[in-house]
T-cell receptor, first 113, second 111 residues
């Protein structure tokens, strides 16, 4: 059983398109995250939701909009895709606490042409 | 401003020997540190962690050492095995704040 799953695994699309990436966790965690790993392999947090509420919103363009329909799901919608959005996007989940550990999904490789 | 740094982008170690991966941080308020391991085309997987109240945590072949005065932590893997070849990320957090990751070190174990 996959703990944190993401779909799709690969996404190739044209500039200007709108796309969504889905994430689901079956660990019973109350917090979910989206990270972006850029070409320099730097893993940087974008958003975090705790019990469906946004708690971290880093400096991310408004074209990126997360949506959490319930505690087990956190989707990422991207409008008007740009070349610079090409990256690997990782979803993660954790049970919020002082010594919490985040568990990551397999990643979605987005290529914008 | 990168608060967590892994200054060695790559490291090669002979199988059976000790692998030592290093991580430096600048934020003295960080109180929890983690190591993640990442294989190609997979997400990072949690390896081991340490709280700032400790200076060592051991789990099987993996030991993490924390030197708060030097703002330095290291991951020791002994003995190193071919399956340990991966990218290792150091991460740190202050209280309930976000995790801050280093840029990773690619470890290659030579058979």
């Amino acid at each position: 059983d996959t703990a944190v799953s993401q779909t799709p695994k690969y996404l190739v699309t044209q500039m200007g398109n709108d796309k969504s990436i889905k994430c689901e966790q079956n660990l019973g965690h109350d917090t979910m995250y989206w990270y972006k790993q850029d070409s320099k392999k730097f893993l940087k947090i974008m958003f975090s939701y705790n019990n469906k509420e946004l708690i971290i919103n880093e400096t991310v363009p408004n074209r990126f909009s997360p949506k959490s329909p319930d505690k087990a799901h956190l989707n990422l919608h991207i409008n008007s895709l740009e070349l610079g959005d090409s990256a690997v996007y990782f979803c993660a989940s954790s049970q919020r606490g002082i010594q919490e550990t985040q568990y990551f999904g397999p990643g979605t490789r987005l290529l914008v042409l | 401003d990168q608060q967590v740094k892994q200054n060695s982008p790559s490291l090669s170690v002979q199988e059976g020997r000790i692998s030592i991966l290093n991580c430096d941080y600048t934020n003295s308020m960080f109180d929890y540190f983690l190591w993640y391991k990442k294989y190609p085309a997979e997400g990072p997987t949690f390896l081991i962690s340490i709280s700032s109240i400790k200076d060592k945590n051991e789990d099987g072949r993996f030991t993490v050492f924390l030197n708060k005065s030097a703002k330095h932590l290291s991951l020791h893997i002994v003995p190193s095995q071919p399956g340990d070849s991966a990218v290792y990320f150091c991460a740190a957090r202050e209280g309930n704040e976000k995790l801050t990751f280093g840029t990773g070190t690619r470890l290659t174990i030579i058979p």
